[in-house]
């Protein structure tokens, strides 16, 4: 059975109730895409609100061209009609967009 999400079939074999054996193939990646969003919608909101306003001022300037980028780059990925092979430069897309989450809370919370 071809299943684009690399862990699809190894999860389902092993009964893991993971998002892409729950939501398939179309839901998982529509899930990636929304949280992508939320993300980065949550990150500008965070700029004007409570003590992260001087330290999340400038984080819509990454953050929102990074998600953008990540979510075209995942409609790509469900647009293909067939296996695309590996998947390294989306999962290295898709990591490098969580460290602007992890360095700048590091940075917030070491100061």
Do not use: E
């Not at 949280?35 to 990150?43: H, I, Q, R």
Request: hydrophobic share 50%; glycine share 8%; proline share 5%.
């Amino acid at each position: 059975m071809y299943a684009p999400v690399p862990d699809h079939d190894a999860d389902k074999a092993a009964g893991k109730r993971t998002i892409a054996v729950l939501a398939g193939h179309r839901g998982a990646v529509r899930f990636a895409q929304a949280t992508t969003a939320a993300a980065a919608l949550l990150a500008v909101g965070l700029q004007w609100i409570g003590p992260f306003t001087d330290d999340f001022r400038w984080i819509g300037v990454f953050v929102i061209p990074h998600g953008a980028w990540l979510v075209s780059r995942l409609q790509r990925y469900l647009d293909r009609h067939k296996p695309p092979g590996r998947i390294d430069g989306l999962m290295a897309l898709s990591l490098t967009y969580l460290l602007w989450f992890v360095l700048v809370t590091l940075w917030w919370l070491t100061r």
